[in-house]
């Protein structure tokens, strides 16, 4: 067991417990855990469907990633509100602009954490990349922090008969580096094809062909660990 450095005592402890009820719900590879960045603000930007690829997600990268999370979640009980705050998450007031949780963001960036986003701004129903939207563009312009894409593939499949065990595989990218001097728009587009790149064609959606330009699936992982 490799427990994720620049971690809190709590994320760890969790990371323990998710170790050992892991092999009654999935079977985890992870591909490209090198390309995280060991020290230094990051942003991770991964897909978002339907099953719980914040936990896979965090779970497989090597470091302590800290998400935003929708404000009505901390709404709901003070100590649900304690534990979310624990474990480095924060809340976001989603369908409107948000200076309060961009800044918060800029700071945990700027403290040297990895901060995980979700570029689509919203769950993927059929599991298709959709257009993503320039929040992680702009975080990472305005912080000069590298992003690393990544992709979390049959996330959904956690959630069906226990005992199943389905295959997970979560892929992380070689980390980009935005030009400050292009649009969000178009750093957000570069952003979207280096997470695609980590796709299957078939669930590419809006950064595959036709919709987009084509993308070669790259291999990325020089380094493969299965859980």
């Known amino acids: 067991m490799r427990l994720p450095t620049n971690a809190s005592r709590f994320w760890r402890l969790l990371?323990?417990?998710?170790?050992?009820?892991?092999?009654?719900?999935?079977?985890?590879?992870?591909?490209?855990r090198e390309h995280v960045p060991?020290?230094?603000?990051?942003?991770?930007?991964?897909?978002?469907?339907?099953?719980?690829?914040?936990v896979i997600l965090g779970y497989a990268s090597p470091r302590q990633i800290y998400y935003m999370a929708k404000a009505e979640i901390f709404q709901i009980h003070r100590w649900l509100s304690k534990?979310?705050?624990?474990?480095g998450t924060f809340?976001?007031?989603?369908?409107?602009?948000?200076?309060?949780?961009?800044?918060?963001?800029?700071?945990?960036?700027?403290?040297?954490?990895?901060?995980?986003?979700?570029?689509?701004g919203t769950r993927s129903l059929d599991g298709c990349l959709s257009k993503g939207k320039t929040g992680v563009a702009r975080i990472a312009?305005?912080?000069?922090?590298?992003?690393?894409?990544?992709?979390?593939?049959?996330a959904s499949a956690f959630f069906g008969e226990l005992g199943r065990r389905p295959r997970?595989?979560?892929?992380?990218?070689?980390?980009?580096?935005?030009?400050?001097?292009?649009?969000?728009?178009?750093n957000t587009d570069t952003i979207m094809y280096g997470i695609a790149a980590l796709l299957p064609p078939e669930q590419r959606g809006f950064y595959g062909e036709p919709a987009g330009q084509p993308v070669e699936n790259e291999t990325v992982a020089a380094e493969t660990v299965t859980q």
């Not at 892991?22 to 490209?32: A, I, Q, S, Y």
């Not at 534990?83 to 474990?87: A, D, G, N, Q, R």
């Open 15 to 32: 990371y323990i417990i998710i170790t050992l009820l892991k092999p009654l719900f999935c079977r985890l590879t992870v591909e490209g």
């Open 38 to 54: 060991a020290e230094g603000g990051c942003i991770v930007a991964s897909t978002h469907t339907r099953g719980p690829d914040y």
């Open 83 to 87: 534990f979310l705050w624990s474990i």
């Open 91 to 120: 809340p976001v007031q989603r369908g409107r602009s948000d200076i309060g949780a961009i800044q918060a963001a800029e700071r945990l960036v700027n403290a040297g954490h990895a901060l995980g986003m979700f570029p689509e």
């Open 141 to 154: 312009v305005q912080t000069g922090a590298p992003v690393v894409p990544a992709a979390v593939i049959n």
């Open 168 to 186: 997970i595989i979560v892929r992380f990218g070689p980390p980009i580096y935005l030009d400050p001097q292009k649009s969000s728009k178009a």
